[in-house]
């Protein structure tokens, strides 16, 4: 995924499992840094070994895409990695919004918003995106409708990327797919996890959104 054009505040990446979000993000971090837009970003995620395993050290996190020779500085003990160009990343966990507070940066990268336990956590890390002249924040998860999620979207400033499971299938085991598809396919959890798609019903709701929308009478303008 490329990062969009124009003006946003937030790109929000909703995608299935194995679409190469994270590696979107980390992309988009490390070219942020290199090219010396941003020299204070944050990066949360929703625990301390989500972000050190997945976002840092991950096979798809800023280290992996990071050219060889690069001499990165990677202090995990005081939370942070840090270029040769002095730009720095601080690593933050969801499970600790007040870390946040006063934590100010010109770019952000959050992974897996949808699954956060404090929703405040994102509110503490928008107030302090607030250096430069036009701070970003990206944002990459599996879609879950949570009301942090359903308000981001719904924010003007806020710029939508969608990808499945199945368009990054080239770069995926063929393995996975024979086993997921032949347990999930045609699941509830499988149109969320693989097909990425924000699914707004509850499970055993007596009225489905789908069905009301089958059953819709839409009236022409012109019997009005």
Do not use: H
């Not at 730009?87 to 770019?107: H, I, K, N």
């Not at 990268?109 to 509110?123: G, T």
């Not at 969608?162 to 368009?167: E, N, Y």
């Amino acid at each position: 995924q490329r990062a969009p054009e124009g003006n946003w505040r937030v790109w929000l990446l909703l995608s299935g499992r194995g679409a190469g979000k994270t590696r979107s993000g980390a992309e988009w971090v490390r070219a942020q840094v290199e090219s010396g837009v941003y020299g204070r970003l944050n990066l949360v995620g929703r625990t301390d070994a989500d972000v050190r395993d997945t976002m840092i050290e991950g096979p798809s996190g800023i280290l992996a895409v990071s050219p060889p020779g690069a001499r990165l500085l990677y202090r995990p003990k005081l939370r942070r990695l840090e270029y040769p160009n002095g730009a720095r990343l601080y690593l933050f966990s969801a499970e600790e919004p007040d870390r946040l507070r006063g934590a100010q940066c010109d770019g952000c990268w959050c992974d897996e918003l949808a699954a956060w336990r404090y929703p405040e956590a994102f509110d503490m890390l928008l107030m302090g995106l607030r250096l430069g002249s036009d701070p970003r924040c990206v944002v990459t998860t599996t879609p879950r409708p949570t009301r942090l999620v359903r308000s981001l979207i719904a924010e003007p400033t806020t710029v939508i990327s969608r990808a499945t499971t199945f368009d990054n299938r080239a770069n995926l085991p063929a393995a996975f797919f024979d086993g997921v598809l032949s347990r999930y396919q045609g699941t509830r959890l499988a149109r969320q996890e693989l097909y990425g798609e924000l699914l707004a019903d509850v499970p055993g709701a007596l009225w489905q959104a789908d069905a009301l929308e089958e059953l819709r009478v839409r009236c022409a303008l012109a019997d009005l």
